[in-house]
């Protein structure tokens, strides 16, 4: 299944509890609270609808939204 | 002189509504919460919430730092939240160190399991939501507290099948005596309508197919309920320093065990639970009282509890006005000790008793009992609280109207 960065964005919004509007591409992952098991839950959610393998542990705190979206959506186009 | 433990705040979640309020007003109006439910897999007659009623209830909460939350948690934490509130107590800083929290639940959340052991065994998918032992694990409800409250103190969650939420508040009134903590945000939370659940409750053939039916004749069983009910208890002094609206004492509590039979009461067990309650508050069981059972509907529990009912209180029921709300609420399992506690306050306090729901007449085998059949107005100024448990987990409360 084709992913979005929509897609990515509206997940990490339903697992992380962050508002949808919050996730400006610039912020990162600590400014906005978004904490290991968040990501942690936002890649099960990834991998269980979109079949994508993705290793949580690439996923580096000061990640920006726009960083964790192009290494998701790269991951997916593989 | 034992210090006297007092309620500033009360919160309650069931089939009757969201709020001590609406719970209040349909117990005393006779508008029971048991229906028909067809939720995922689960259908029958139940004492069910609908899951838009308790989202709308907590969308003011903040909740987001608390992960995944379980019914199990959520109803909880709109319990307590309503509890921490009418006490005026949210930002006080004995929230912070001289607070406890002791939550009864007799199992732990049962649709995040449910929807876990779908993914394992129906659909063989091998992997499982990280947050899978965080949001089910039966002591999240009392972390989750913790967490939106700042209560850094004793935290714990006491699980004693029917009996759980009875057992917490009990101990939390035993906390503050011994001077351990001021406060105490204790009750109970159980969300066990969900398949799994739904399915093994059926399995011991305990669930009646019709209604919640106390003490009646052609009682064929309990019916399942779900929900939280979360009281603020403190010690009176620091109730009357920070001048707090006092609404009832908290008095006595007595606990046992039968150690006979898994799923049979024991009449033993049951008075000796009864009798401690009493002497726990310094008061005689043979008095008249508002006696509030732990009235499930079943065969066995509503003849043996009439029985052990008949026994201590003796000559005192005479002029005591007994209820059974489970027939209003159905069995909410572990928080169901909590919210007859609340509903059995609200009675002293307004002087009412809510009728016993759904009873066709007499059983011989319950004998007789001063049933209220219907609402009526009442002057006890004391309330027992009875909650048995499978695995024969006894605890009854004591309540004292405030005067």
């Known amino acids: 299944m084709a992913m979005t960065a929509e897609d990515v964005l509206s997940i990490i919004a339903a697992e992380s509890g962050v508002d949808r509007a919050a996730l400006k591409p610039e912020a990162t992952l600590v400014d906005l609270d978004i904490s290991s098991i968040d990501v942690a839950s936002v890649v099960f959610e990834l991998e269980d609808r979109f079949g994508v393998a993705i290793e949580p542990e690439n996923i580096a705190p000061d990640f920006t939204i726009a960083d964790f979206v192009d290494h998701i959506v790269s991951l997916a186009k593989k | 002189m034992k210090r006297k433990v007092v309620i500033t705040g009360m919160g309650c979640v069931s089939g009757l509504g969201i709020g001590v309020g609406e719970t209040w007003r349909r117990a005393i109006e006779g508008e029971g919460a048991i229906r028909p439910i067809d939720r995922s897999g689960v259908q029958g007659q139940a004492a069910w919430i609908a899951p838009e009623d308790v989202s709308a209830a907590a969308a003011d909460l903040e909740l987001r730092r608390l992960g995944r939350l379980d019914p199990l948690s959520l109803y909880a934490l709109v319990a307590a939240a309503e509890a921490v509130e009418a006490a005026g107590l949210g930002d006080h800083p004995s929230l912070t160190e001289r607070t406890a929290i002791l939550l009864g639940c007799g199992s732990p959340g049962n649709a995040t399991l449910d929807a876990a052991f779908e993914r394992l065994y129906a659909k063989g998918l091998g992997k499982l939501h990280p947050q899978t032992i965080p949001s089910s694990m039966i002591s999240a409800p009392a972390s989750h507290l913790a967490m939106l409250f700042g209560v850094h103190g004793p935290t714990m969650v006491i699980s004693s099948a029917c009996a759980s939420s009875a057992n917490a508040l009990g101990e939390a009134l035993h906390m503050i005596r011994g001077g351990r903590v001021e406060v105490a945000i204790a009750g109970g939370t159980e969300a066990c309508v969900s398949y799994g659940s739904w399915v093994a409750w059926h399995a011991l053939g305990v669930v009646a197919p019709d209604t919640c039916r106390p003490f009646s004749r052609d009682r064929q069983g309990l019916a399942l309920g779900e929900g939280a009910a979360i009281l603020v208890l403190e010690s009176e002094e620091h109730a009357v320093a920070r001048g707090a609206a006092i609404l009832g004492e908290l008095a006595g509590y007595g606990a046992s065990s039968d150690a006979a039979d898994m799923t049979a009461p024991d009449q033993d067990g049951i008075e000796a639970a009864i009798r401690a309650a009493h002497r726990d508050a310094g008061i005689a069981p043979d008095q008249p009282r508002l006696i509030s059972t732990h009235g499930t509907g079943t065969k066995l529990n509503d003849a043996v509890e009439a029985a052990a009912v008949r026994a201590v ?91």
């Open chain 2, 313 to 403: 209180h003796g000559a005192g029921l005479e002029g005591s006005t007994v209820i059974a709300t489970k027939s209003a609420h159905g069995h909410l399992i572990g928080g169901s000790g909590a919210v007859e506690f609340v509903i059995g306050m609200k009675a002293l306090a307004e002087g009412l008793a809510p009728s016993v729901l759904n009873y066709l007449g007499p059983d011989p085998e319950c004998g007789d009992l001063p049933l209220a059949l219907a609402p009526q107005a009442i002057e006890h100024d004391t309330l027992v609280s009875n909650s048995f448990a499978f695995g024969g987990l006894n605890a009854v409360l004591i309540g004292r109207k405030q005067t």
